[in-house]
T-cell receptor
Framework: AQSVTQLDSQVPVFEEAPVELRCNYS??????LFWYVQYPNQGLQLLLK??????LVKGINGFEAEFNKSQTSFHLRKPSVHISDTAEYFC????????????FGTGTKLQVIP | ETGVTQTPRHLVMGMTNKKSLKCEQH?????MYWYKQSAKKPLELMFV???????ENNSVPSRFSPECPNSSHLFLHLHTLQPEDSALYLC??????????????FGEGSWLTVV
């Protein structure tokens, strides 16, 4: 079975400061990894995903994430955050091939402080 | 139009009522999903449909009854709910259920309050 851990439930950060949101996963097989963002009163939308190839993945709105297989991590980073980045961020994992079953983490609320 | 549309956005119902949530996707996808989002808990996958056929039912109580009349529409029929069923219900779609790497497209959700 696969699982996702987002240890930080809330991360406050000042505007224009860098941010890292942590995600660790557990799986007995190869995985695909995702970050989704949920803005207030909206559904989730994809920020970026890792399927294969380069371990550094760039997404929308200046976010990027790095897949680290040895540490089973997929941390999300942004060098300079904006007020508009205030949202909840969800890490997710699914096993490669076969049937699509995605497991989501509990989410990290990013609060950008002006 | 947005890719996945859900109605109503807000619903308050008594424990003896019967109501339905509606979802429509305009993306030409083959798979549709219902998720439940509760505070401080991971998203819970409730049901999965592929080409109108249910492929997964994650031990969801029978008071939740899904219906998928075609690949663009998905309903969640609700009856005799409990207060702990109050949550945000998210509909979603993806190109296919297979492969594992498909992006899931979510609707804005239906906020359900059971009183």
């Amino acid at each position: 079975a696969q699982s996702v851990t987002q240890l930080d439930s809330q991360v406050p950060v000042f505007e224009e400061a860098p941010v890292e949101l942590r995600c660790n996963y557990s799986s007995s097989v190869s995985v695909y990894l995702f970050w989704y963002v949920q803005y207030p009163n909206q559904g989730l939308q994809l920020l970026l995903k890792y399927l294969s190839g380069s371990t550094l993945v760039k997404g929308i709105n200046g976010f990027e994430a790095e897949f680290n297989k040895s540490q089973t991590s997929f941390h999300l980073r942004k060098p300079s955050v904006h007020i508009s980045d205030t949202a909840e961020y969800f890490c997710a994992v699914s096993e490669t091939g076969g049937y699509q079953k995605v497991t989501f983490g509990t989410g990290t609320k990013l609060q950008v402080i002006p | 139009e947005t890719g996945v549309t859900q109605t109503p956005r807000h619903l308050v119902m008594g424990m003896t009522n019967k109501k339905s949530l509606k979802c429509e996707q305009h993306l030409g996808h083959n798979a549709m999903y219902w998720y439940k989002q509760s505070a401080k808990k991971p998203l819970e996958l409730m049901f999965v449909y592929s080409l109108e056929e249910r492929v997964e039912n994650n031990s969801v109580p029978s008071r939740f009854s899904p219906e998928c009349p075609n690949s663009s529409h998905l309903f969640l029929h609700l009856h005799t709910l409990q207060p702990e069923d109050s949550a945000l219900y998210l509909c979603a779609s993806s190109q296919d259920v297979t492969g594992g790497g498909n992006t899931i497209y979510f609707g804005e959700g239906s906020w359900l309050t059971v009183v």
